[in-house]
């Protein structure tokens, strides 16, 4: 049995995070950290979490988790794993980042798009950019820190990474139009354009111009590609509570079919048990995995532009986050990939 600690527990990702950890068979969590809830049993707080037997919310201290914990998932915002990880790693701690602190190998890029310095930019080498799907596994042998990808770059590279690989695509072509449930926005956020009045029977784009998965994305795509990729990204916030539907467009070097195509992605996708890749002609929904560890993926070839079309669809929450935070902690653990974790979804 291994001994777990969630920091930022109380927040949508860390709250999944123990729904599902709770089930794991062996994963024992024995520490739950919040900064603003210390002494509180965490179903006060989340009322779906009664009847588990959970520690009380304390404070973070390193020297506790390393007491109490063989492993630390970090659940908080971008910022914090970057100023206290380095502390649990000294500690011997193996450390899961759920933020987006340790994902961009350069660390020009992070105050590029994040508009801060790294300042724990050492660790970055040390990192393993953990897509399992796309992360070769002896990567984590001897890995003690994990980047957890975002969302949105889940969706888009699962799509994608097939088609890079094959060389078959313009580089330089690529769309991708997604589309989030709220959930992704995260629990603490208050303003105006999140209540429930502004989102019901409402659909709209956001950071079009600029949004920050988008060098995380290209720095996935680059390694199957092995030349620059830049994409043309744009997220949507539609009104759904769980949820990301990615449609990624690429143009095509030479004349493909869609037979072929799906028979790379099959190929390519055999041996991952969280990856479906339908059959032709059938496109995935967000509500066919909603609370599910899986990714699944449909896709075709528009012979009169030729341009690939591929539709990947994912729980944000649980393979957009926590669960594939659990995925990665069975690879670094040496357990199987799928350990207590949910293939099916939730129907109705």
Known sequence: MHCVGVVGATGYTGSELIRLLSGHPQAQITALVSRSEVGKPIHRLLSHLH????????AFDPDTLAAQCDLVFLAGET?????HAPALLRRGLKVID?????RLKDPALFVDWYGQAHISAEWLAEAIYGLPELTPTDAYKNAQLIANPGCYP???GLALAPLMQWGVAEPDSIIIDAKSGVSGAGRSRVSVEYLFTELDENFRA??????RHTPEIEQTLQVFS???VRVRFTPHLAPMTRGILCTAYARLRKPVSAETLHA????????QPFVVVRPLGEYPATREVCGSNRCDIGLTVDTRTQTAVV???IDNLVKGAAGQAIQNMNLLLGLPQTTGLPTAGISP
């Open 51 to 58: 009847g588990l037997t959970l520690p009380t919310l304390s």
């Open 226 to 228: 092995k030349c620059p």
């Open 311 to 313: 539709i990947s669809v």
């Open 206 to 211: 956001y950071g079009v111009d600029r949004h």
């Open 154 to 156: 889940t969706a888009a």
């Open 79 to 83: 910022g914090f794993a970057m100023e």
């Open 98 to 102: 759920l933020s987006a602190d340790f």
């Open 264 to 271: 790379h992605y099959a190929a390519f996708y055999r041996d």
